[in-house]
C-alpha cells in the first residue's frame, strides 16, 4: 500500500511542472488547466497492469499533455480567424503583491496561474513570438530549449524523428533570436514608472519621449469590451489614445505591477481589474504594448475583499 500511495502522491506532484509546460504551448491559463486535467483524466483511465508498465508516469503524463496542447495549437488558428479583434495570451499576475491587499484565501484549492514560474520564458514579448511559430516548432522548442527534453522525447511527442525536431527546434529559435538586447529589470521598471506618471498626469509629450517613434500598441478586448480592434501604429498616435483613454475613464486607478514576470501596469476602477498592460524597450524606449482588457483573460487578476 505504502508503493501505491507513493506513487499517487509522485502522479499529482508532476501537477505544477505540466501546466508550466502547457501554459508556455497554450498562452492561456484556461486552455493549459484543461489540458492537463485531460492528462490526468487519460492516466487514471488505464488498466492498474498498463500503469504499472509505465516507468515514469511524469514523462508520461507530458508527453500526452504536449500531444494534446500540439491539438489545441493545430485548431487554434481557425478559432483566432473569428476572435474579435487581436489574440493576445493570458497576461500572469505575481501573487505575492497583491496578498497584502486582501489575497485569496490560502487554505483553498491552488489557483492553476499560482503553479506557473514566472521567468523570462513567459514574458510578454516571448508569448508573443511563439505565437508566430507552427503548432510544431512551437513544441519543439519549448519542450526542448525552456525545458531541457531530449529531441528523442519530442520526437515521440510529434511523431517525427530526432533530427526533424531538431530542424524545428532551430528554425523556432531563429525567431527568437530576432529579439533585441534584454533590459535590466531595474531599468525597465523605470520607463514603466514614468509612463504611468505621464499617463497619470496626461502629458503627451512625456508619453511621445517615452515611446518609440516606431512603437506598436496591441489591445485585446476579444468583442467584450470596447478596445482598439487593429493595432495603434506610432509613438505619437500611441500617446494620443492613452490620453484619450485617461479623459474617458474618470477613476481609473493605475498600479505598477509584475505582468508575467516583469514590471507591468494595472488599470482598476473599483478595486476591479480592468486592464493589463505589458511593455517591451529597447534603448530606455517603449517598442511594443499589450493591453489584455478581455475579462475571461483577466480571471487570475480578480481579488477577493
Known sequence: ???????????????????????????????????VQDAYARWYG?????????????????????????DLLGSARARRERYVGAWLPEPLPDRTEWDHAGGADSTGPADPADQIVLDESVAMAFLVVLESMTAAERVAFVLHDVFRYPFAEIADVLG?????????????????????????ATGRADVVRRVKEAWETKDIAALVGLLDPAAVMTADGGGMVGTVLRPVEGGARIAQYMVAIADKAPGLELLERTVNGV?????????????VASFDISDGRVTRIWAVRNPEKLRPWAREG
Do not use: F
Not at 500503469?51 to 494534446?68: F, M
Open 1 to 35: 500500500m505504502g508503493t501505491v500511495g507513493t506513487r499517487t502522491d509522485e502522479i499529482a506532484g508532476e501537477r505544477r511542472q505540466l501546466i508550466n509546460v502547457a501554459y508556455r504551448l497554450l498562452g492561456s491559463v484556461t486552455e493549459a488547466e484543461d489540458a
Open 46 to 70: 488505464l488498466p492498474r497492469s498498463r500503469q504499472e508498465e509505465i516507468i515514469s508516469p511524469g514523462a508520461w503524463l507530458t508527453t500526452v499533455t504536449s500531444r494534446i496542447c500540439l
Open 160 to 184: 517525427r524523428t530526432p533530427a526533424a525536431c531538431k530542424q524545428l527546434a532551430a528554425s523556432a529559435r531563429r525567431r527568437v533570436s530576432v529579439a533585441h538586447a534584454p533590459v535590466t
Open 263 to 275: 514590471p507591468g501596469l494595472v488599470a482598476q476602477r473599483a478595486g476591479v481589474v480592468m486592464t
